[in-house]
Nanobody, 123 residues
């Protein structure tokens, strides 16, 4: 299974950006898909997850601003990011896991990862 993340870039605070993660080698529906992000010097942190059954979860710091979605026909998962803040600046990674839903915020359970895409929020 291979994951290809895309969509990062330099944006101004308050604007929006959509990240996409393309899955190849298997069906996106077979996995819980997650988005994580890493700021230099810090551990990778959970952002959002879309469960194989359709459940979704977002971390409190982005709740109400970020939305995760899945397009089974395109075999992709996306992260719509609105009202971006400078503190959202990070490298964003998509991952795939089959772990139980209660563990989806833990990166150690993700078996497959994309290469990361940089999001910079700055004026």
């Amino acid at each position: 299974v291979q994951l290809q993340a895309s969509g990062g870039g330099l944006v101004q605070p308050g604007t929006s950006l959509t990240l996409s993660c393309a899955v190849s080698g298997d069906r996106v529906r077979s996995y819980t898909m997650g988005w994580f992000r890493r700021v230099p010097g810090k551990d990778r942190e959970f952002v959002a997850a879309f469960g194989w059954s359709g459940n979704t979860k977002t971390t409190d710091t982005v709740k109400g601003r970020f939305t995760i979605s899945r397009d089974a026909a395109k075999n992709t998962v996306s992260l719509q990011m609105n009202s971006l803040k400078p503190e959202d600046t990070a490298v964003y990674y998509c991952g795939a896991t089959t772990v139980i839903w209660g563990r989806v915020t833990e990166e150690k359970h993700y078996r497959f990862w994309g290469q990361g895409t940089l999001v910079t929020v700055s004026s």
